[in-house]
């Protein structure tokens, strides 16, 4: 198959270039400069010329906080933009596969979200992703959460950095979801696009859950250093310009299940440890 990437600086678009090169497939990634999706014209012409079969959107506004006063910006990304791709891809009769997030839900149910819920944002990220879901209608939309991996900025990175600057990091324990490493996702894709699965839906995040607080503590853990240096805060007390869902646990009832969230993160960790400048190995 000949495979589209977009967004490709970012830590997914990466880590999938990578797993579908290993495959020996034709795959292209293209960064914002390579083409601007907001670019009805561009974006058609592109596609139209290349005609890849699988067509991965990794391209999104991304800074929460930020889209509360630029909402039109990252509307402008996270859903026109989307709204060109599945156009082009209509024509081109490529798959689209649209990346999505934990946060088109208001986080007030107590239970694990289905593919099958209706979304609700509480913040203007959440109303942009939304957009790009509904712009993508009739393709693929893989929901996923808390994501990190070895390129970009996370919050694994940002656990390593401040445990060797603070003796202690405080972070809110009232948040519920799941940590996903982008090489897990990147899997996951690649058995999607290569599925008989019919458009629609989709949740591509890791199995289980913790807190931010509990995510944490694994990191230090993973350091060699101690979890009791981080310490829990109610999210009052770490007040953003975006609300953040309190529960934005994913169910994946769909496709086969991402591997449990600490088991990826232990395999991640020799990756993670030594782009942040350290040599560690899982305590």
Known sequence: MRWLITGGGGMLATDLLERVALRGEP???????????????????????YRPRVVVNCAAWTAVDA?????????????????????????AGSRLLQISTDYVFDGRCRMPYTEEDTPAPMNAYGRTKLAGELAAAGHYVVRTAWLYGAGGRNFVKTMIRLAAQRETVEVVDDQRGQPTWTVDLADHLVRLAESDLPPGVYHGSSSGETTWYGFAREIFRLLGADPERVRP?????????????????????????????????????????????RQCSPA
């Open 27 to 49: 795959v292209l990634a293209l960064g914002r400069t390579d083409l601007d999706l907001r670019d009805r014209r561009a974006v058609r012409d592109f596609v139209g010329a």
């Open 67 to 91: 889209a509360e006063d630029q909402e039109e910006a990252a509307l402008a990304v996270n859903g026109h933009a989307v709204e060109h791709l599945a156009e082009a891809c209509e024509r």
């Open 233 to 277: 805060i109610k999210t009052a007390g770490y007040p953003l310009p975006a609300a953040r869902p309190a529960n934005s646990v994913l169910a994946c009832t769909k496709t086969e299940p991402i591997r449990h969230w600490q088991e990826a993160l232990t395999a991640a960790w020799p990756l993670l440890s030594e782009r942040a400048g």
